[in-house]
């Protein structure tokens, strides 16, 4: 629907855009995308691949970020069929566990990543390069009368995707994800927040957060979206595209900042600028708003337009959503997880709370237990763990209540505060309880620290700190 729907709204309009192997831009309108999308998914079918009498196919896409991947997603999934995204960067023992595991049947892959699944039947694994030939014959088959594809039957109870999700620990698990979790996800996330323009895709497509907000979200409200394709691009990406929104995890966000004071720090700026912001902050306040004038060397790099950071993904300080309000960026913090499809909540551009992930989306139900564990429910809710009926339990419980692992509450406005994780909890010989993730954010602070993990070890507090480059050997 959200495919058909835009081709036929915004049919002109450039849905995707991206760099090709010259380096020149593509651009792709809704209407092509969906003819595309019907064109590979009509291909499919015509091998074989069209669901019957239950039976639905689990085909894994796997790849750097890319417009091919996306077409190969999207016909899989619109199809009726099971995509099942896997991460491009896992050793190839762990690849063949993950499709197993799920049942592939076929496999969309980058050229270079084929070796990953060499002990694969090689007759089911189709090479991304070669979408084009797939894609011609299906219109050609199109054309011939095949209307298969077009007719197929969307069940909203069916699984569309096989998310595998880490967690804290353990090896990965299969979330499945509906045709109703997806759609949920996507009609009610966009209530709590309004792009105003483009986008560049950072996040990688085999990541929940990535793909249905960071791609499908920006599809549901008909704005472009240019996919980068690794981050070695990103920076001449931002300047280009000029973006108005992009959609980070934690990790980018502390990069940027240290690379913003880093840059201060070599132009022996770093005095002018924090005074700038002083007299900027106090402005402000009186409602007279000069940082696109003050902070222009900070957000050129951005492509001076960027607006709005949906950041998720982890907990993400506060101290960074101030220093980037200050040059004229807001960072509007969410939360979720691959098995809520994943957003459950989000600040929002006109209310938000800072220290908080801001409040739930329309459709999500929160509770504290006893215990302090934050609560979850609502449409978006995952249809269990594929074939872990354990595991699935263990997360679930018997009223349907998704149990996160992250201690929280609900306050009297409705914003929710996470305080740190359940299993992670320092437990001091006092009595005392202590959350590694607040020691973290403030020595994440610090300019010289790239990562640090803090743990308990014969019952002392344990940082490990990784340097950043400049500060190794010093």
Same mark, same amino acid.
């Given at each position: 629907e959200l495919v058909t729907f835009r081709a036929d709204e915004s049919g002109d309009e450039v849905?995707?855009?991206?760099?090709?192997?010259?380096?020149?831009?593509?651009?792709?309108?809704?209407?092509?995308?969906?003819?595309?999308?019907?064109?590979?998914?009509?291909?499919?079918?015509?091998?074989?691949?069209?669901?019957?009498?239950?039976?639905?196919?689990?085909?894994?896409?796997?790849?750097?970020?890319?417009?091919?991947?996306?077409?190969?997603?999207?016909?899989?999934?619109?199809?009726?069929?099971?995509?099942?995204?896997?991460?491009?960067?896992?050793?190839d023992h762990e690849v063949m566990r993950i499709i197993n595991k799920a049942d592939v049947d076929a496999i969309f892959i980058a050229?270079?990543?084929?070796?990953?699944?060499?002990?694969?039947?090689?007759?089911?694994?189709?090479?991304?390069?070669?979408?084009?030939?797939?894609?011609?014959?299906?219109?050609?088959s199109i054309h011939d009368g095949n209307k298969s594809y077009y007719e197929a039957e969307m069940v909203d109870e069916n699984p569309t995707i096989i998310i595998f999700t880490s967690g804290t620990s353990g090896q990965s698990k299969g979330a499945v994800l509906t045709n109703l979790n997806i759609g949920a996800e996507l009609t009610l996330t966009v209530q709590n927040f309004k792009p105003e323009g483009s986008t560049v895709a950072v996040l990688p497509f085999h990541h929940a957060f990535g793909l249905i907000v960071g791609i499908f979200m920006v599809y549901y409200y008909g704005f472009e979206t240019f996919i980068n394709k690794n981050l070695r691009t990103i920076s001449k990406a931002l300047v280009n595209e000029k973006p108005n929104t992009i959609?980070?995890?934690?990790?980018?966000?502390?990069?940027?900042?240290?690379?913003?004071?880093?840059?201060?720090?070599?132009?022996?700026?770093?005095?002018? +600028?924090?005074?700038?912001?002083? %007299?900027?902050?106090?402005?402000? @306040?009186?409602?007279?708003?000069?940082? $696109?004038?003050?902070? *222009?060397?900070?957000?050129?790099?951005?492509?001076?337009?960027?607006?709005w950071i949906i950041c998720g993904g982890a907990a993400l300080d506060p101290f960074y959503v101030k220093e980037f309000r200050s040059w004229g960026i807001e960072i509007l913090n969410g939360y979720g997880m691959t098995e809520c499809s994943p957003v459950v909540?989000?600040?929002?551009?006109?209310?938000?709370?800072?220290?908080?992930?801001?409040?739930?989306?329309?459709?999500?139900?929160?509770?504290?237990?006893?215990?302090?564990?934050? +609560?979850?429910?609502?449409?978006? %809710?995952?249809?269990?763990?594929? @074939?872990?009926?354990?595991?699935?339990? $263990?997360?679930?419980? *018997?009223?349907?209540?998704?149990?996160?692992?992250?201690?929280?509450?609900?306050?009297?406005?409705?914003?929710?505060?996470?305080?740190?994780?359940?299993?992670?909890?320092?437990?001091?010989?006092?009595?005392?309880?202590?959350?590694?993730?607040?020691?973290?954010?403030?020595?994440?602070?610090?300019?010289?620290?790239?990562?640090?993990?803090?743990y308990e070890q014969d019952k002392k507090i344990v940082a490990e700190v990784f340097p950043e480059e400049d500060y190794r050997g010093n």
């Amino acid at each position: 629907e959200l495919v058909t729907f835009r081709a036929d709204e915004s049919g002109d309009e450039v849905a995707l855009s991206f760099n090709n192997e010259s380096d020149q831009k593509v651009s792709k309108t809704f209407a092509q995308v969906a003819k595309e999308v019907n064109s590979l998914g009509t291909w499919l079918y015509t091998q074989g691949y069209q669901p019957k009498d239950g039976k639905l196919y689990h085909i894994a896409v796997l790849g750097d970020n890319s417009y091919a991947w996306l077409i190969a997603f999207l016909a899989i999934t619109n199809g009726g069929n099971v995509a099942v995204p896997i991460d491009k960067d896992l050793a190839d023992h762990e690849v063949m566990r993950i499709i197993n595991k799920a049942d592939v049947d076929a496999i969309f892959i980058a050229d270079d990543k084929k070796d990953l699944v060499k002990d694969f039947k090689q007759e089911k694994v189709y090479l991304l390069s070669q979408l084009a030939t797939f894609k011609q014959e299906g219109l050609d088959s199109i054309h011939d009368g095949n209307k298969s594809y077009y007719e197929a039957e969307m069940v909203d109870e069916n699984p569309t995707i096989i998310i595998f999700t880490s967690g804290t620990s353990g090896q990965s698990k299969g979330a499945v994800l509906t045709n109703l979790n997806i759609g949920a996800e996507l009609t009610l996330t966009v209530q709590n927040f309004k792009p105003e323009g483009s986008t560049v895709a950072v996040l990688p497509f085999h990541h929940a957060f990535g793909l249905i907000v960071g791609i499908f979200m920006v599809y549901y409200y008909g704005f472009e979206t240019f996919i980068n394709k690794n981050l070695r691009t990103i920076s001449k990406a931002l300047v280009n595209e000029k973006p108005n929104t992009i959609f980070l995890v934690p990790l980018f966000v502390e990069a940027f900042h240290k690379q913003i004071w880093r840059a201060a720090d070599k132009q022996k700026a770093t005095a002018k +600028l924090k005074a700038a912001m002083a %007299l900027s902050n106090s402005m402000l @306040k009186t409602g007279i708003d000069m940082r $696109e004038k003050f902070f *222009e060397s900070v957000l050129t790099p951005f492509g001076r337009n960027l607006k709005w950071i949906i950041c998720g993904g982890a907990a993400l300080d506060p101290f960074y959503v101030k220093e980037f309000r200050s040059w004229g960026i807001e960072i509007l913090n969410g939360y979720g997880m691959t098995e809520c499809s994943p957003v459950v909540s989000v600040n929002r551009n006109l209310y938000r709370k800072d220290g908080t992930i801001g409040r739930g989306i329309p459709g999500a139900d929160f509770k504290t237990a006893d215990d302090e564990e934050l +609560l979850v429910r609502g449409p978006f %809710l995952m249809q269990g763990y594929y @074939k872990d009926p354990e595991l699935t339990a $263990e997360a679930i419980d *018997e009223e349907g209540w998704y149990h996160t692992g992250d201690l929280g509450y609900v306050d009297e406005e409705g914003f929710i505060h996470l305080t740190g994780r359940k299993k992670n909890l320092i437990i001091l010989s006092t009595g005392e309880n202590i959350s590694p993730e607040e020691l973290e954010e403030n020595l994440q602070r610090d300019p010289a620290v790239c990562e640090c993990l803090v743990y308990e070890q014969d019952k002392k507090i344990v940082a490990e700190v990784f340097p950043e480059e400049d500060y190794r050997g010093n």
